[in-house]
């Protein structure tokens, strides 16, 4: 009987792929091409995973915006470029595609495609075609909490507990940020050397946020950044993360990028 009910089961997969789910994924395709109302993409930074947005996305939602988390693998940017660019062609219209942290420089490479009509940067690198995330911080001291960051056996980037709460987000509650740190993501060293290809804010409108009592990312570097791909700015007094500690303001400014991009589709 076993058997039986695994042929049965290998066939209908079978009959699935070759007509089924063709048939079935033609209307996703053409919807996805021909626009609709902009969806939000977000991006996380390192350290950290999708549930970094929860307190963001449900603000999100509640407007009636499609949100869709990534979850990167933070080994390499071309892999975590590839992750973003496949949530984004999975979107059914137009993205805002929204970056924190090291996931600015994700959105800056991936952000390329067509899809994309709106960038926002939330204490996020940007950096410019061919250039390193590393190649940013230079010229500024190195911030509190990268300098106490720890690599393992495999070169793997973390930081320790202490580190988050007192320099990744010292304005949340203990209890918050005991459990950050145990779902934190490591990143692989070496991703921040890689360079990206191109810069997607050269051709989108963008916004950004500057935490202004950040201890990752310097805020003069922060507000260099913005100046320089002409975002629209909004400073915020909070540590890395204000989409955990601000999240109405955070929402704010991703609607307001949500607003303008369905405006400029018409």
């Known amino acids: 009987m076993l058997n039986r009910n695994a042929i049965i ?8 792929s070759t007509s089924g789910l063709a048939a079935a994924a033609g209307p996703a395709i053409a919807a996805a091409r021909s626009g609709g109302d902009p969806s939000v993409v977000i991006v996380h930074g390192a350290f950290a995973d999708g549930s970094d947005w929860a307190r963001v996305i449900p603000l999100l939602q509640a407007k009636g915006i499609k949100v869709q988390a990534v979850q990167n693998s933070l080994t390499s940017l071309r892999d975590d470029v590839a992750t973003t660019r496949r949530a984004i062609d999975n979107q059914p219209g137009n993205v805002v595609l929204v970056g924190h942290s090291w996931g600015g420089t994700v959105i800056t490479e991936a952000g390329q495609s ?3 009509s709106a960038l926002v ?14 190649e940013l911080g230079k ?11 720890v690599a393992d056996a495999e070169g793997y980037l973390s930081l320790p507990a202490a580190a ?3 320099d990744f987000a010292q304005d949340l509650p203990p209890a918050r940020t005991r459990v950050m740190a145990a779902t934190q993501g490591p990143i692989q060293a070496k991703a921040f050397g890689e360079t ?15 935490s202004e009592k950040d201890r990752m990312i310097q805020p003069e570097l922060q507000r260099a950044m913005a100046t320089r791909i002409k975002a629209r700015i909004t400073s915020l007094p909070t540590s890395h993360v204000p989409q955990q500690s ?12 949500v607003r303008t991009a369905r405006a400029a589709r018409g």
């Open 139 to 149: 010229g500024y001291p190195t911030p509190p909490g990268i300098a106490k960051l």
């Open 246 to 257: 601000r999240p109405e303001d955070v929402a704010k400014v991703i609607l307001e990028a």
């Open 9 to 16: 089961l290998a066939s209908a997969i079978a009959a699935l």
């Open 196 to 210: 990206t290809t191109g810069a997607a804010w050269k051709g989108r409108p963008s916004w950004y946020i500057v």
């Open 114 to 116: 067509d899809k994309v």
């Open 164 to 166: 988050i709460a007192s």
């Open 121 to 134: 940067y939330v204490a996020a690198f940007a950096p410019d075609a061919g250039q390193s995330t590393e």
